[in-house]
């Protein structure tokens, strides 16, 4: 008896991916033993610009992708930045998004690489980083937070569109991210959920 459930759930999983609309194939992967599915980078791109193209303050002004990171070009405030990121964590949950994004190569200030350098070495090697955790307080607009390590990014769902608040007002999301070259590997212990979020990010961006 205990294997039935598992069998039906991986039955649900198939017929679902079976049903995928015409030309979605090869934007999503389903591994069932992983329990966890694949984004295509296109896709991620696509979905991110429509969630940070509403924080205020920021302005996505470029995105490449690589096998390792995304290559982000940005205006904050100003100034212009150059992340070299990845998603780590997701959390949809009350109508709102949390981002965690590690950001283990470059972060620079695209008029001034040598003093980035510097204040990047200063921060993640510990020192001043009090200070500098401080700056980035009063530099970032609401919602984004740098810790040297993890930028964290949050702030509420848009009301229409593949990730419409309204399908997280009673519910909630966590998954782990893992950057892959073909594409953003999602995990959640929970999977109707993460395929309700599949369906809904396999819509009209």
């Known amino acids: 008896m205990a294997g039935q459930p598992w069998t039906g759930m991986l039955d649900g999983v198939l017929a679902w991916a079976k049903a995928l609309p015409a030309g979605l194939s090869n934007q999503v992967a389903v591994d069932v033993a992983g329990r966890r599915v ?14 940070l193209g509403r ?6 002004r470029g995105w490449d992708t690589t096998p390792a990171v995304y290559d982000l070009r940005l205006d904050v405030r100003g100034w212009k930045l150059r992340v070299e990121t990845t998603p780590q964590r997701v959390e949809l949950a009350g109508g709102r998004y949390t981002l965690w994004l590690a950001t283990p190569g470059r972060v620079e200030l695209e008029e001034s690489p040598g003093a980035s350098s510097l204040l990047m070495g200063a921060l993640r090697t510990g020192a001043g980083r009090a200070a500098l955790q401080a700056l980035a307080r009063k530099l970032l607009p609401p919602g984004l937070a740098w810790d040297g390590q993890l930028l964290r990014v949050e702030g509420a769902l848009p ?3 593949a990730l419409a608040a309204r399908l997280f007002e009673s519910s909630s999301l966590r998954m782990t991210a893992e950057h892959a070259p073909e594409g953003l ?8 959920g993460l395929l309700d979020l599949l369906q809904a990010a396999l819509g009209p961006a």
């Open 38 to 51: 694949r984004l295509s980078h296109a896709r991620v791109e696509a979905l991110s610009r429509g969630v």
């Open 55 to 60: 924080v205020k303050g920021l302005t996505l």
């Open 159 to 161: 009301r229409e569109g």
């Open 185 to 192: 590997w999602l995990s959640a212990e929970e999977w109707p």
